[in-house]
């Protein structure tokens, strides 16, 4: 089992560049989740999924969107990159009908630059 | 909204001694709450959790207390030892709405 994975692990972009992040389990998790860590501010939720094909608003999910097509994918869009931005981003998935009823098992994180 | 207040910020202890961390929550519908330890460059770990019809449980030196009423929970170390300096976070998951919130989080530094 490789758990959560995440694609790629380091993205340095220009202000205005879009790029995508993927987010892979193999855990057969109903939920998933997309947070971004900024120093001193904890992990904020930007959106997350409770199944495929649907998905909601976190905390912070402007300049931000999302597609969760297959259950063991959700992908996270910046359309046009921002300074802001600039955070490691964890992906994180939950709940299987027949296992975890509530721990998350996070990714390794990204950490995106933008400049 | 939503919301988690976790202090202390930042917590320095003598090993061998005990650490407390404590967290409040606003959503009275949690119903889940997990305490995540993470060191440098790496993911938040569970290290325990708990949910809202247990008032205590424990695993060896780390045990979580929850109080419903007053809506706050905390995490109790004890017998630290330099290992567990880190960076501790509370959350709070909803009935529901299956979102996560999180504390802002405690950096622990046990001296030796």
């Known amino acids: 089992n490789a758990g959560v994975t995440q694609t790629p692990k380091f993205r340095v972009l220009k202000t205005g560049q879009s790029m995508t992040l993927l987010c892979a389990q193999d855990?057969?998790?109903?939920?998933m989740y997309w947070y971004r860590q900024d120093p001193g501010m904890g992990l904020r939720l930007i959106h997350y999924?409770?199944?495929?094909?649907?998905?909601a608003k976190g905390e912070v999910p402007d300049g931000y969107n999302v597609s969760r097509l297959k259950k063991q994918n959700f992908l996270l869009g910046l359309e046009s990159a921002a300074p802001s931005q600039t955070s490691v981003y964890f992906c994180?998935?939950?709940?299987?009908?027949?296992?975890?009823?509530?721990?998350?098992?996070f990714g390794p994180g990204t950490r995106l630059t933008v400049l | 909204g939503e919301n988690v207040e976790q202090h202390p910020s930042t917590l320095s202890v003598q090993e061998g001694d005990s650490a407390v961390i404590k967290c409040t929550y606003s959503?009275?519908?949690?119903?889940?709450f997990p305490w995540y330890k993470q060191e440098l460059g790496k993911r938040p770990q569970l290290i325990i959790d708990?949910?809202?019809?247990?008032g205590e449980k424990k695993d060896q030196r780390i045990a979580v207390t929850l109080n419903k009423t007053a809506k706050h929970f905390s995490l109790h170390i004890t017998e630290t030892q330099p290992e567990d300096s880190a960076v501790y976070f509370c959350?709070?998951?909803?009935?529901?709405?299956?979102?996560?919130?999180f504390g802002t989080g405690t950096r622990l530094k046990v001296l030796a």
């Open positions: 994180a998935s939950s709940y299987s009908t027949s296992g975890s009823w509530g721990e998350q098992f």
């Open positions: 855990m057969n998790h109903e939920y």
């Open positions: 999924s409770v199944g495929e094909g649907t998905t």
């Open positions: 959503d009275s519908a949690s119903n889940y």
């Open positions: 708990i949910r809202s019809n247990v």
């Open positions: 959350a709070a998951r909803s009935t529901g709405t299956y979102k996560y919130i």
